[in-house]
């Protein structure tokens, strides 16, 4: 993928692997360490963001299917929920907003169900807030439309980084969007930060939150250091640590660029940190 500028403004070129299409699934993942921190820091930020009564926009660039099953064979085959969120699931009171979204989505959808981050904002979000998810893989678009679609969320089978350049600014202005690519094509650590500066330059009131992987290859560095250099306002950028998910696995860590980040989300940053330094 690469950002790049013609006549009209930026535009994406994306390169997609074999077959024209990406082929991460999400599945295989759920509810693993690195969805932990996302998914706890993302909670507590749509908490604070409804609390006042101004009406919001969420935006999701890659959804995945929105919801999880933490027995399927999936996640049972790499175990990664089993070392994630079935461990330190104590690590959360029942007050707090990520242990409030899991009880409702075992209460809706059954006890071994976990939400993805869009299911987390479909069931934070109220009336009057408007939700738009993109993915552009078929079956996990399909399964998305299916569970989101009830709380009234625009389901987009299209590529979510043209998305995120052709509806900002959102209305309501006031809002989060998370970027949450796979980094399955090795050209996003470069076109990211064009890609998030040039969506600050259109919504500057915008909380944008992206995640990345903390790689032992240290493949992210360059990106990282690109976002710094370009001095966003209010920027959160926190990162956690943990052992590889199997023998030769990469990721080490996992790590959220946070621009506009609301009041107080760096308490529940630096509480989380020394909950994994301590695993």
Do not use: C
């Not at 390169?15 to 999400?26: I, K, P």
């Not at 609390?51 to 959804?63: G, V």
């Not at 009880?103 to 904002?121: L, V, W």
């Amino acid at each position: 993928m690469a950002l790049r500028h013609g006549p009209g403004g930026f535009f994406i070129h994306r390169v997609v692997t074999g077959g024209g299409m990406l082929s991460y699934q999400h599945g295989y993942h759920a509810g693993n360490l690195a969805d932990v921190h996302k998914h706890a820091l993302l909670a507590v930020m749509l908490d604070y963001l409804t609390q006042k009564p101004k009406p919001l926009s969420y935006l999701e660039t890659h959804s995945g299917r929105g919801l999880y099953a933490l027995d399927a064979p999936e996640a049972q085959k790499t175990g990664e929920a089993a070392q994630g969120i079935l461990r330190v699931a104590d690590w959360f009171a029942p007050g707090h907003p990520y242990a409030r979204i899991l009880a409702d989505t075992r209460a809706r959808f059954g006890t071994n169900a976990y939400p993805g981050s869009p299911m987390i904002a479909a069931q934070m979000l109220r009336a009057g807030d408007r939700l738009t998810l993109a993915e552009l893989h078929p079956q996990e678009h399909a399964a998305l439309q299916g569970v989101a679609g009830p709380f009234g969320a625009v389901v987009l089978r299209e590529d979510g980084l043209k998305m995120a350049l052709a509806r900002t600014p959102p209305m309501p202005r006031r809002g989060l969007m998370l970027i949450d690519p796979s980094y399955e094509v090795k050209d996003d650590y470069s076109a990211l930060p064009r890609l998030v500066s040039a969506l600050h330059a259109k919504w500057n009131v915008g909380t944008i939150t992206l995640w990345y992987p903390v790689l032992t290859s240290g493949a992210h560095r360059p990106m990282l250091f690109a976002l710094e250099a370009a001095s966003f306002p209010k920027v959160l950028r926190h990162e956690v640590g943990f052992a590889p998910a199997r023998d030769g696995h990469g990721m080490v860590g996992s790590g959220l660029f946070i621009i506009n980040a609301p009041f107080g989300l760096s308490d529940e940053a630096a509480r989380l940190g020394r909950l994994f330094a301590g695993l």
